[in-house]
């Protein structure tokens, strides 16, 4: 399984983890898309002038409060855990040092993780894998969403 | 340039020879002693053909070239701490509000050719600055990352400042 030095000192946690690389290093899009299922522009709540930055709602910040109500208009509802559910397909919310949203990621049927990181690769991982302080993470895993699979 | 003198009775003699990368030209100066406004008054211009002198090409660059270097040089350093500080960051907030990226912005009109050269060779988040420095933008609302690429180079070659 394919692993980098780069994102390892970006993320030290992963170092020793059983995480892979499943992409190339990209800018396209970025890990709220990639969690919400796109690869072609980058998710965050900017204004809406400036394309190619999206959020499907208007108006919103970078509180927690706003990306659960972005995802919402997907169909996801929150729930407690990140356990695999069969049925299911689920999204964690990472939040940094200041409780706003640093990351996301999104469960694959096996039970494991993709995210995109940053403008690098996207990973499988486990949660953990990508928790940690300041510049060495994204923080803690704060919040679950899920909905049904269709 | 070479200042060359000679004495003659009546006539000093100075001799200006400007060598340049392509030709050498002397320029002769002669002085009247005694004043004689005629001879003070003239110049004697001939093209020195002596073919065992080169040229000495000047050691100044130009400073047209020199500010160009300058600005390349700061852009640069500054994409490179942008990248180094943001590259894993998942926030675009912190992509678009770190000091280095606010430093390119505030190079003005000067970045723009850099950072559409920068967007052909390496595409990045680079469609704020534009925005901001130009006061356009060419994307569509519904663009991709792809397409607003796409845009922004279109709007360069368009204005000339990118091949």
Known sequence: MDKSISLELRYQTLMGSDYCITSRRTSTYNCIAWAAGEDHRPWWPLPSELAPYYWPEVDKDESLEDFISAFKTLGYASCDYGSLEEGYEKVAFYLDEEDLPSHMARQLDTGLWTSKCGDLEDIQHNLEDLEGGYKYGYGKVSHFMKRKKT | ?163
């Open chain 2, 1 to 163: 340039m070479i200042i060359n003198c000679s004495n003659a009775s009546d006539i000093t003699t100075f001799s200006f020879k400007r060598v340049t990368k392509k030709s050498i030209k002397q320029l002769t100066y002669p002085v009247s002693k005694n004043n004689n406004s005629a001879i003070n008054n003239q110049f004697i211009k001939k093209d020195y053909k002596d073919p065992n002198i080169k040229p000495v090409p000047s050691r100044l660059p130009d400073p047209v070239y020199i500010f160009k270097n300058l600005k390349q040089k700061e852009f640069a350093e500054l994409v490179a701490k942008w990248k180094e500080e943001t590259t894993g960051s998942s926030s675009l907030s912190k992509k678009l509000l770190n000091f280095a990226y606010l430093r390119i912005i505030a190079m003005g009109e000067a970045a723009v050719p850099l950072i559409l050269r920068e967007l052909k060779n390496s595409p990045d988040h680079w469609f704020v600055a534009l925005k901001a420095i130009t006061n356009t933008n060419p994307v569509s609302s519904d663009a991709s990352f792809d397409q607003a690429v796409q845009d922004w180079l279109k709007w360069g070659q368009d204005k000339g400042l990118i091949d």
